[in-house]
């Protein structure tokens, strides 16, 4: 049995979860609404303002997708009550961020500055010129796009320039030693 599957999924208040009968999730809460498409072999069941997701059968793949499942769900739930937020930082001469309109700018050191747009459903918040706040209901969204915008210049492992998670540590390397 999966530990993490077997678990129920509490339902705070002012959050409305709808099943339909081909195991679609919507959840709606303060924040907004998400839907997630769950595995048919999954049984999702509401009582008593919490969550139970039963699997049909103990073959690999339904069992592999049960504590997903799970996972899934309570992520729904817990970015419609109060979001997530990624928080990245700028280091090194020259680099910075700042937002223009709805769009971020980023200065990294190449010939023109990378103009990025947010995706829908996500807020970008430049606090000042060395870090950038991402913030959305949808987990997997918020990730991805403070993944992308690391990607444009990760740290190095020298110095430690780039675009780092705040709470990230950079191992470093010593550089070259003379004769």
């Not at 998400?34 to 069941?45: G, R, V, W």
């Not at 509401?46 to 073959?59: A, G, M, P, T, Y």
């Not at 799970?70 to 109060?82: D, F, K, P, R």
């Not at 990294?108 to 996500?122: N, Q, R, T, Y």
Request: glycine share 10%; charged share 25%.
């Amino acid at each position: 049995m999966s530990r993490i599957g077997s678990r129920p999924i509490d339902v705070p208040s002012g959050v409305t979860v709808n099943i339909s009968p081909d195991n679609v999730v919507e959840v709606k809460g303060p924040k907004g609404t998400l839907t997630q498409a769950i595995d048919q072999n999954m049984k999702i069941t509401l009582e008593d303002n919490q969550l139970v997701i039963n699997r049909s059968d103990d073959k690999k793949r339904t069992r592999a997708n049960h504590g997903l499942s799970h996972s899934l769900v309570t992520n729904m739930v817990e970015g419609v009550t109060n979001g997530y937020q990624k928080k990245l930082e700028i280091v090194g001469t020259g680099y910075r961020a700042a937002k223009n309109g709805n769009k971020l700018a980023l200065t990294l050191g190449f010939s023109h500055p990378l103009e990025l747009e947010a995706p829908e459903g996500i807020t970008v918040e430049v606090p000042d010129a060395n870090h950038i706040t991402i913030s959305g209901i949808d987990k997997q969204k918020v990730g991805a796009y403070a993944a992308y915008i690391r990607k444009f210049r990760e740290p190095e492992p020298y110095k430690g320039k780039g675009i780092k998670y705040v709470d990230e540590h950079i191992r470093r390397k010593v550089g070259k030693t003379g004769k």
